[in-house]
């Protein structure tokens, strides 16, 4: 009996070593795969096995799926994911309970995988907020391999295995979110880049502009293009969607208004183009809304294209009147269709050219009421004496006192004022 039981330390004490091992390769390595093979190597220096697998749970499904398997052929793993309740496995993650089978053949709930086997058993791997995250497994090809010391030793080595996985999934989602960050970041520069650092000095006209992003990178645009000594083009877009994919397609957006426009072309020719090229090159539900104008300050005249913008308004220099900019045609890159019509506005001194992004026509107040157009003119009438500077500031202080913490949009209003 002496002897059995010193025996019985020594295995004891070979089954801690191993697993010391492991978890200090688990130290060392944040990489998972590594972690859990050189656990699976440990375990089977005191448990040997014919077959061994971890499965993990998939937060998604809640169905288990194989993290690393040795021993098993193709087609068994191909069966997978493993539902709950579904042989040794599925009874484990259905259960939360260790399973020890001692002679397969003789237990009717079996569920044969691979032909060979004669014992198995199969430990949950219970997280730390005491969650089962996954399950270990081990076959073997003899009968009566594995007693309940086994079992006990192979649920010590899960203990080691869950401690893996946490910190591994940990810094999977550390670095994650590193990478996401530097690629906020990055696309945080780009827009930057991309909208004007000041406003132009045009002789005739005072231009003020602000843009307010609803997250850390928004998806409004406004520039000013130089045509000529006496045009200038003006455009306000929105892009559907947000975060780095915004600031690709408004990239895009600025190099080919840009390289059109300079190019001298016609504006329907402008849209067409553009259109085209964002319809084989946008994702399915990706599109931009533009406002496009070429202005002769020195004629007073405007040639627009709207495309699904809200339109911009042309308020008089006397607040009461105003003009929407409609003419045009839909969204870059949204259906087929690139027909474009269009529109031609004058403006005399005085009077204000109101460029904007529908996070401030469509900003909501507690009631679900949204800000509307008719505020905007109204807002803008009561200080139409002031600086364009001074009106935009008033202008997006009423719009937020307005919607108050309700934000869920970028809000960008550009204003220019013939003088």
Not at 281 to 298: H, I
Not at 313 to 319: E, P, R, Y
Request: aromatic share 6%.
């Amino acid at each position: 009996m002496r002897h059995s039981t010193e025996i019985l330390n020594t295995e004891m004490l070979r089954g801690m070593k191993s697993l010391v091992d492991a978890l200090r390769v688990g130290s060392v390595s944040l990489d998972l795969e590594e972690t859990l093979k050189a656990i699976l190597d440990g375990l089977k220096s005191i448990l040997d096995y014919d077959a061994a697998a971890i499965y993990l749970v998939a937060p998604e499904s809640g169905q288990l799926r194989s993290q690393i398997v040795r021993g098993y052929p193709d087609e068994v793993v191909r069966f997978e994911p493993i539902p709950k309740g579904k042989g040794v496995i599925g009874r484990v993650l259905e259960g939360g309970s260790a399973i020890l089978i001692a002679d397969v053949t003789v237990d009717q709930k079996y569920v044969q995988a691979r032909r060979s086997t004669r014992s198995e058993m199969a430990t949950p791997i219970v997280g730390s907020s005491g969650n089962l995250i996954g399950v270990l497994n081990l076959e073997s090809d003899r009968t009566d391999a594995y007693d309940s010391i086994a079992l006990e030793l192979l649920t010590l080595f899960a203990s080691g295995v869950a401690v893996a996985i946490e910190k591994a999934t940990l810094h999977a989602e550390m670095m994650k979110k590193r990478r996401l960050e530097s690629e906020l970041a990055m696309a945080r520069r780009v827009m930057e880049n991309l909208l004007p650092r000041q406003t132009p000095q045009i002789p005739g006209l005072e231009i003020a502009a602000l843009n307010q992003p609803w997250s850390e990178i928004g998806g409004d645009y406004y520039d000013f293009i130089p045509i000529d000594s006496e045009r200038w083009g003006v455009a306000i877009g929105d892009v559907a969607g947000k975060g780095v994919s915004a600031a690709l397609l408004v990239s895009a957006l600025r190099a080919s208004l840009h390289s059109l426009a300079r190019n001298e072309l016609a504006l329907r020719s402008i849209f067409r183009k553009a259109h085209r090229f964002f319809r084989g090159s946008f994702a399915e539900g990706e599109f931009v809304t533009l406002f496009y104008a070429e202005m002769d300050v020195k004629l007073g005249r405007l040639i627009y294209i709207n495309a699904g913008h809200p339109p911009p308004l042309l308020i008089h220099k006397s607040g009461t009147a105003s003009e929407l900019l409609e003419n045009g045609g839909l969204p870059l890159g949204l259906l087929e269709a690139d027909n474009y019509g269009e529109g031609v506005a004058h403006f005399a001194p005085g009077d204000a050219l109101v460029l904007y992004t529908d996070g401030i026509s469509e900003a909501l107040d507690v009631n679900d009421e949204p800000y509307g157009r008719e505020r905007l003119v109204a807002a803008i009438s009561r200080s139409i004496s002031e600086s364009v500077v001074s009106i935009t500031k008033s202008v997006m202080e009423d719009v937020n006192h307005f919607s108050g913490s309700q934000v869920s949009d970028d809000r960008t209003l550009v204003i220019l004022r013939s003088c």
